[in-house]
């Protein structure tokens, strides 16, 4: 059996797998990353006790834990180098703490990552060679299969960042620092960002999303039922996901000379709500491809493929150091 | 001997080449694809058919012609798909009337992808692993060399298309049919265009840009010389061009993972106008990687590498079918 592990902006969850891509047990618990990282890394090593006890319940027991966490990473040193959702992180030698407090192999992965390493176990040997994967939570994440195989570029600890491709110089600001990327517009802080920048134009001053607001409750979830009831503001904030979407992932097919895509991660649960504006905003944004060839698919499971493939590269390393 | 060929949007030029990369003769004349394609191709092969005398006076004789064609093509079946710069060339079998006239086994590409041919052959093994290929010319071309390979995606006709990725959605018009690509900033066509827009808005009524562009033989070259005169439009056209070329390849880098660029074609002849604008660009658009991680390149030989490659076409190409 194994860990899986996904670490994001808002939340941490582990998963307990075993080699038949059954989730056996898994648990769930905010980040809170601004604790710092010795909280972060304690209570995530109670986690994953938590689940070695489970495995040993069911008379299995945990081979490796693997971890995806958001952002530039180090995988061969198990260290984060620089994330704009988890800044408290960078620097953490995360990998290494969980080995020391577990007794147990933990290799780390990017994010996005791993739910590429998770989306192609789930597909087999069914899905495509090559295919952009878009992973949509606190942050924008990306992966690259490029030949059936993760594509890690030159191996500095980063690859298919999308969220950070810049859709619209004159956009809003993101988290890392520069203006206009598609996290900036496409992610869960995006929606929440967006409520926030009307209210401080003086355009919002009243209404259920006001009020979340104003009692800092607001969450993408809140945006997407606002959007449901017909608020004009969050089906426009939708509706600029799928633009920002569209246009990026329009960029990166005509880069690429691929044209598929798979989105996945907790936000694309406002999937009926962007993949119109994303399909009109492919088609508006990429000329080298028709629309008929252009395809945008939904994860096979998009909540769990992170975690499964977290697990998945448990499983891989393992089996390479063996 | 091979001969190479580049069928650029303003011109066409063929040479001959032996496989230890001298350029043992070269031609140069007018695309003028507005004659439409049958002019274009009968011209072609009169060109080669002129190369083909020239080997057999050198005592060798031509095995194959490699060709590189600007857009989207088919290389299997030797015919432009789509091409923005040679729109009078789309459908046509261009590959097969050249063979059909000259005799000789003909290999297409587009010659962005030739241009990066022709990089790896002049780089011989000293090269990056992973690189972007720019190629600036009449359009804006582009090559991804990953692995040491030519990178095809889905081979779908094209790869590599950094020209028609959108660098700023509110930008000017470009040929393809969208607004805001790269190429709509950083071609040769672009300087023009920058011209010709300040003049219609009123902005530009004297002058030698002015001139030029009312007799209709402005050109970028003419552009460059007068920013090399201090002209101000000039220059902030060719700052323009930076500034897109350093979003665009900021958004690459950040998509792939790597950190290397190489600059070609005809109007890199401006890299010391645009090259400050686009590190700086470089550095303000893509988070993932410090200043010192990104490395943009000129080509070996800029003029000369297309053709060179278009050659290599040709010599592997034969190679694999013999």
């Not at 994440?141 to 999308?162: P, Q, T, V």
């Not at 600001?173 to 009307?198: D, I, N, T």
């Not at 209210?199 to 959007?227: C, H, K, N, W």
Request: proline share 4%; net charge negative; glycine share 14%.
């Amino acid at each position: 059996m194994f860990i899986g592990v996904d670490v994001g902006g808002t939340h941490m969850r582990a998963a307990l797998v075993d080699a038949r891509q059954t989730v056996l047990a898994s648990r769930k618990v905010a980040t809170q990353a601004e604790l710092g990282p010795e909280q972060v890394s304690r209570r995530l090593a109670e986690l994953c006790r938590e689940l070695m006890r489970t495995a040993g319940d069911k008379g299995g027991h945990v081979s490796a834990i693997g971890l995806g966490v958001a952002g530039r990473i180090d995988p061969a040193q198990g260290r984060v180098l620089f994330s704009p959702n988890l800044s408290t992180m960078n620097g953490c030698p995360f990998a290494f703490e969980l080995r020391e407090q577990t007794r147990v192999p933990v290799y780390m992965e990017n994010d996005a990552n791993v739910f590429g390493l998770g989306e192609q176990w789930l597909r087999s040997e069914r899905g495509p060679d090559n295919w952009l994967g878009v992973t949509l939570g606190t942050g924008v994440g990306g992966c690259l299969i490029l030949g059936g195989r993760l594509w890690s570029g030159d191996h500095l600890g980063f690859s298919a960042e999308i969220g950070h491709t810049i859709v619209d110089p004159a956009g809003p600001e993101c988290l890392c620092g520069l203006r206009g990327c598609l996290e900036a517009h496409s992610s869960a802080r995006a929606l929440v960002q967006g409520v926030a920048a009307h209210i401080a134009r003086g355009d919002l001053t009243d209404g259920p999303l006001f009020e979340l607001f104003s009692a800092g409750m607001l969450t993408a979830e809140a945006v997407y039922q606002s959007a449901k009831q017909g608020n004009a503001l969050a089906l426009k904030l939708f509706e600029r996901m799928g633009w920002a979407l569209g246009l990026a992932i329009g960029n990166a097919f005509s880069l690429l000379g691929i044209g598929r895509a798979i989105i996945g991660g907790g936000v694309s649960a406002g999937w009926d709500l962007f993949i119109d504006p994303l399909h009109k905003s492919l088609r508006e944004h990429c000329s080298m491809l028709g629309p008929e060839e252009m395809i945008v698919m939904l994860s096979e499971r998009p909540n769990e493929a992170a975690l499964l493939g977290a697990a998945r590269l448990a499983q891989l390393m393992a089996g390479v150091e063996e």
